[in-house]
C-alpha cells in the first residue's frame, strides 16, 4: 500500500507569516491528492484535491497546493497565516480503493 | 443528509471491558473507513469496505479488534478486550468514486475513547 510522510510534526508561525507543509508519498502509480484541515475539537474537513490538469490547485481560505509529479509531492501553501489557521493538516492520498493519511502537521499561529 | 454519525462522541470504559463504536455513513457511499488518531501515531487508516465487504484489514491493531458491516447504512468497530493503550479518537468516514476516484471523504465526528 501507498504511504504518505508529513515531515513537519509541529510548526509555529507568528501571523502573517508565510506557511509550506510538505507531503510526500510513495505510490507511483495515478494517484489523487488531498489536503484536509482538523480545527481543534472538531472532525477532518477538505481543504483542497487535487485529480488532474493544472498542478497548482486552490482550495479554501487561502490555501494552494502544488502537485509535483517527478518529486512525489504535494506541498500545502498559503502566503499569509492568520490566528485562526491554528489546527492540524492532514495530506492524503488515493490510490485505488484506499485513502492513506499522513500522520498530520500541528500549526500553531501566533497573535 | 446529516453526514456521518458517529456513536457515542465519548466513551470511559475499563480495562477488560467490551467497546463497541458506531457509524452511519451518508446514504449512497459505498466505500467506510476506519481510522484512529493518537498523538504518537497520527491517523492510521485501520479497516476499510466496500460495499458492505471489508476490503483491508491490515491496519487493525490486533485480533482484540473487529469491524462489521451488516448494511450499507451501518458499521461498528468492537474492542475486546479493551486495554488503556486502545485510548484514542476513532473516525469513520464514508466515500463514493466519482469518475474512477475518490471525490472526497467525509468525516464523523469521531469517538474519543478512554480506557482506564
Known amino acids: 500500500a501507498q504511504s504518505v510522510s508529513q515531515h513537519n510534526h509541529h510548526v509555529i508561525l507568528s501571523e502573517a507569516a508565510s506557511l509550506e507543509l510538505g507531503c510526500n508519498y510513495s505510490?507511483?502509480?495515478?494517484?489523487?491528492l488531498f489536503w484536509y484541515v482538523q480545527y481543534p475539537g472538531q472532525h477532518l474537513q477538505l481543504l483542497l484535491k487535487?485529480?488532474?490538469?493544472?498542478?497548482l490547485v486552490k482550495g479554501i481560505k487561502g490555501f494552494e497546493a502544488e502537485f509535483i509529479k517527478s518529486k512525489f509531492s504535494f506541498n500545502l501553501r498559503k502566503p499569509s497565516v492568520q490566528w485562526s489557521d491554528t489546527a492540524e493538516y492532514f495530506c492524503?492520498?488515493?490510490?485505488?480503493?484506499?485513502?492513506?493519511f499522513g500522520a498530520g502537521t500541528r500549526l500553531t499561529v501566533k497573535p | 443528509d446529516a453526514g456521518v454519525i458517529q456513536s457515542p462522541r465519548h466513551e470511559v470504559t475499563e480495562m477488560g471491558q467490551e467497546v463497541t463504536l458506531r457509524c452511519k455513513p451518508i446514504?449512497?457511499?459505498?466505500?467506510l473507513f476506519w481510522y484512529r488518531q493518537t498523538m504518537m501515531r497520527g491517523l492510521e487508516l485501520l479497516i476499510y469496505f466496500n460495499n458492505n465487504v471489508p476490503i483491508d484489514d491490515s491496519g487493525m491493531p490486533e485480533d482484540r479488534f473487529s469491524a462489521k458491516m451488516p448494511n450499507a447504512s451501518f458499521s461498528t468497530l468492537k474492542i475486546q478486550p479493551s486495554e488503556p493503550r486502545d485510548s484514542a479518537v476513532y473516525f469513520c468516514?464514508?466515500?463514493?468514486?466519482?469518475?474512477?476516484?475518490?471525490?472526497?471523504?467525509?468525516f464523523g465526528q469521531g469517538t474519543r475513547l478512554t480506557v482506564v
Open positions: 487535487y485529480f488532474s490538469g493544472d498542478p
Open positions: 492524503a492520498v488515493n490510490a485505488g480503493d484506499d485513502m492513506r
Open positions: 446514504s449512497g457511499h459505498d466505500y
Open positions: 468516514a464514508s466515500s463514493s468514486p466519482g469518475q474512477g476516484a475518490h471525490t472526497e471523504a467525509f
Open positions: 505510490y507511483g502509480g495515478t494517484v489523487n
